[in-house]
């Protein structure tokens, strides 16, 4: 995680990759590997890691909504709304839901 630390998402993959087949259980390996997709603005592969980490955390608020935001950059707006409305359906009071899930419905 220090190569996100420092900026270098790029450097981040590969160790990144490699703890996923130590760890294929663990959704927050694939969430961060998500943030890292989604800061190199490489979204299709982003929105995979995102539903992979849901899969294992299907309550993850926050995967929610970021699978939302890699899917809307990625001009599939239908499952970007829904990511957005579940993210709400967790947690009410996360940054930014009510607003991208509005702005996602004015998409669809």
């Given at each position: 995680?220090?190569?996100?630390e420092?900026?270098?998402?790029?450097?981040?993959?590969?160790?990144?990759?490699r703890?996923?087949?130590?760890?294929?259980?663990f959704?927050?390996?694939?969430f961060?590997?998500?943030?890292?997709?989604?800061?190199?603005?490489?979204?299709?592969?982003?929105?995979?890691?995102?539903q992979?980490?849901?899969?294992?955390?299907?309550?993850?608020?926050?995967?929610?909504?970021?699978?939302?935001?890699?899917?809307?950059?990625?001009?599939?707006?239908?499952?970007?709304?829904?990511?957005?409305?579940?993210?709400?359906?967790?947690?009410?009071?996360?940054?930014?839901?009510?607003?991208?899930?509005?702005?996602?419905?004015?998409?669809?």
């Amino acid at each position: 995680m220090a190569y996100c630390e420092l900026g270098e998402f790029g450097s981040a993959v590969e160790p990144i990759s490699r703890a996923l087949v130590l760890g294929p259980e663990f959704a927050g390996v694939y969430f961060t590997l998500g943030l890292v997709y989604t800061e190199l603005g490489q979204n299709e592969k982003a929105v995979s890691a995102f539903q992979n980490s849901l899969r294992l955390e299907p309550g993850n608020a926050n995967a929610h909504l970021l699978l939302g935001c890699a899917s809307h950059q990625v001009g599939n707006f239908v499952e970007a709304v829904a990511a957005y409305k579940k993210s709400l359906e967790l947690n009410p009071g996360l940054w930014g839901s009510a607003d991208r899930y509005k702005n996602g419905l004015a998409c669809v």
